[in-house]
T-cell receptor
Framework: GIQVEQSPPDLILQEGANSTLRCNFSDSVNNLQWFHQNPWGQLINLFYIPSGTKQNGRLSATTVATERYSLLYISSSQTTDSGVYFC??????????????FGRGTQLTVWP | SQTIHQWPATLVQPVGSPLSLECTVEGTSNPNLYWYRQAAGRGLQLLFYSVGIGQISSEVPQNLSASRPQDRQFILSSKKLLLSDSGFYLCAGGEAGQYFGPGTRLLVL
């Protein structure tokens, strides 16, 4: 199946700092999503972004489908940004509709 | 948008006991539904997914089974739990699997 690699695996920031999380994938995709899992385990969809750039407040994401990577930018980080960030993709070929493949995530810790 | 409901939030079960976890969806009809397990160390493992009533696809052969008796209901079951079944179980739904429930933490002792 498709491979999804996220980097860095762990990231520690001071409040107010900016960061970039990366997701590489090994094949063409129909669907790419970024999720945030809070310390209580709840996963929230941040972006649905198979290509292009989107922004939502302090967060933005860019997917370059032709080069098979996506970036999640967090600006002016806050302690509430802490948690695990997952990238998930739906392959274009050889997969049942809606089946997502997740990366192993980036654990972000923001200190006050 | 859709809301995914799961219960219970936490469950402690003895080895060999049965299991039934329920997931229901609010706000849509005929959603794609998914069961994931997340062990310590972050990775999400897809267990089952369903594109309609009675249609279940299994990703990993194991001690668990799933059923979809109604359009917006997805049930994860086991006849006899193993220690290795411990973990955090997440139900997800939506045409792109983008909505997640709050999860059930299962500890098998």
């Amino acid at each position: 199946g498709i491979q999804v690699e996220q980097s860095p695996p762990d990231l520690i920031l001071q409040e107010g700092a900016n960061s970039t999380l990366r997701c590489n994938f090994s094949d063409s995709v129909n669907n790419l999503q970024w999720f945030h899992q809070n310390p209580w385990g709840q996963l929230i969809n941040l972006f649905y972004i198979p290509s292009g750039t989107k922004q939502n407040g302090r967060l933005s994401a860019t997917t370059v489908a032709t080069e098979r990577y996506s970036l999640l930018y967090i600006s002016s980080s806050q302690t509430t940004d802490s948690g695990v960030y997952f990238c998930a993709v739906e392959p274009e070929r050889g997969s049942t509709l809606g089946r997502l493949y997740f990366g192993r995530g980036t654990q972000l810790t923001v200190w006050p | 948008s859709q809301t995914i409901h799961q219960w219970p939030a936490t469950l402690v079960q003895p080895v060999g006991s049965p299991l039934s976890l329920e997931c229901t969806v609010e706000g849509t009809s005929n959603p794609n539904l998914y069961w994931y397990r997340q062990a310590a160390g972050r990775g999400l493992q897809l267990l089952f997914y369903s594109v309609g009533i009675g249609q279940i696809s299994s990703e990993v052969p194991q001690n668990l089974s799933a059923s979809r008796p109604q359009d917006r209901q997805f049930i994860l079951s086991s006849k006899k739990l193993l220690l290795s079944d411990s973990g955090f179980y997440l139900c997800a739904g939506g045409e792109a699997g983008q909505y997640f429930g709050p999860g059930t933490r299962l500890l098998v002792l």
